[in-house]
């Protein structure tokens, strides 16, 4: 059984950065295509990037240029790097994992199997 673990939230300024981490526990995160997602209050869980199990990586359009989904096989996480925060940026930000896909770009959370606790982020104005 494959667990997730999120680290890294927090309350930043605008134009601030923060790097969540996905700490996967169980089985290697080779294994699994990890995406991140996030939930605002009164809104649905969306997509916001992520890492096939081959190496691919995806990220919103809103989010590009802004954050890096990365990878680290020796820790077992999958890092979601954040730069130039807006407020429209806070949510809580889950990390969830596949075994199904490749190549990534599982941008609907139904396709996903394991998911962490979440972590939260808040971007003040």
């Known amino acids: 059984q494959v667990q997730l673990v999120e680290s890294g939230g927090g309350l930043v300024q605008t134009a601030g950065s923060l790097r969540l981490s996905c700490t996967v526990s169980?089985?290697?995160?080779?294994?699994?295509?990890i995406g991140w997602f996030r939930q605002a209050p009164g809104k649905e869980r969306e997509f916001v990037a992520d890492?096939?199990?081959?190496?691919?990586?995806y990220h919103r359009d809103s989010v590009k240029g802004r954050f890096t989904i990365s990878r680290d096989n020796a820790k077992n996480t999958v890092d979601l790097q954040m730069s130039s925060l807006k407020p429209e940026d806070t949510a809580i930000y889950y990390c969830?994992?596949?075994?199904?896909?490749?190549?990534?770009?599982?941008?609907?959370?139904?396709?996903?199997?394991?998911w962490g606790q979440g972590t939260q982020v808040t971007v003040s104005s």
């Open positions: 169980g089985r290697p995160v080779t294994w699994y295509s």
């Open positions: 890492m096939g199990r081959s190496g691919a990586t």
């Open positions: 969830a994992a596949t075994a199904r896909t490749w190549y990534g770009r599982t941008k609907v959370p139904r396709d996903y199997d394991y």
